[in-house]
């Protein structure tokens, strides 16, 4: 039986009288790729701020990585990364820089330092553009070494949220190699997405919707349990009742 790395149980969030993420129960094991899927205010992102140790739940439990979200948040962001569409790296700061500022923050030393910054440039094969603005790289290698930074300092657990936004079909199936690599290695991926045929490479999907999950299954399962022909149909059967919106 593999190893649970997130644990949650009726994990809620209140804001006011507003129940942004309502009493979720769900559990991820070491290696797995996790979809975290929802419609804009679903609850999504609140709930990954509480997973992430950003934010504390009203109430409910969790676990990261061995460690309980409400007392040990410092040592849940030591052992997760974290990749996010709208923010990865400093654009006015070069390649190496970038890599070196990170590590430092994930707490390398200077050989760690070093070593990682070395194989992670031969591995992207930028060893020419190392010295240059990450402003200057493409959209999808930006996303290619935002990921890679993520998982330099070797967490249990990174958490993606939206990583592939706006980049091509071409570059977001590289993208997903990188992911395959890192679980292979053991690493949990936990992945928000709004590309559905992404969600067919997870090994297991919940959806969440108003604050609550109403599905969670492995691709296949769902698409048999809603009779649906893919994910797009399975995620509008569930989504298109939502009352809240963004």
């Known amino acids: 039986m593999k190893e649970t790395v997130i644990q949650t149980d009726k994990l809620t969030k209140k804001f006011g009288d507003f129940?942004?993420?309502?009493?979720?129960?769900?559990?991820?094991?070491?290696?797995?790729?996790?979809g975290f899927l929802g419609a804009n205010g679903a609850g999504k992102t609140t709930a990954m701020r509480m997973l992430c140790g950003l934010s504390i739940p009203?109430?409910?439990?969790?676990?990261?990585?061995?460690?309980?979200?409400y007392t040990q948040t410092e040592e849940i962001k030591k052992n997760i990364g974290y990749m996010s569409q709208r923010f990865s790296l400093y654009e006015d700061l070069s390649i190496l820089e970038n890599i070196r500022?990170?590590?430092g923050i994930y707490g390398l030393s200077k050989q760690q330092l070093k070593e990682k910054s070395e194989m992670l440039i031969h591995q992207l094969g930028l060893e020419s553009e190392a010295k240059k603005l990450v402003s200057s790289l493409p959209l999808g290698w930006r996303q290619k070494l935002s990921f890679s930074v993520a998982v330099m300092h070797e967490p249990k657990i990174v958490?993606?949220?939206?990583?592939?936004?706006?980049?091509?079909?071409?570059?977001?199936?590289?993208?997903?190699?990188?992911?395959?690599?890192?679980a292979d290695k053991g690493v949990t991926i936990f992945v928000t997405t709004?590309?559905?045929?992404?969600a067919e490479y997870c090994d297991?999907?919940?959806?969440?919707?108003d604050g609550k999950i109403e599905a969670m299954d492995t691709p296949s399962k769902l698409k048999e349990q809603f009779a649906a022909p893919s994910m797009d149909d399975v995620f509008y059967q569930l989504a298109r009742g939502a009352k809240r919106k963004e």
Do not use: C
């Open 58 to 69: 009203s109430s409910g439990t969790a676990s990261i990585a061995g460690f309980d979200v």
């Open 101 to 103: 500022f990170f590590g």
């Open 19 to 34: 129940i942004a993420t309502n009493a979720i129960t769900f559990s991820v094991s070491k290696g797995e790729i996790f």
């Open 204 to 209: 297991r999907i919940s959806i969440m919707v």
């Open 159 to 182: 958490f993606l949220d939206e990583p592939t936004g706006g980049v091509d079909p071409l570059t977001r199936r590289q993208f997903w190699d990188l992911i395959y690599a890192a």
């Open 194 to 198: 709004h590309y559905m045929d992404e």
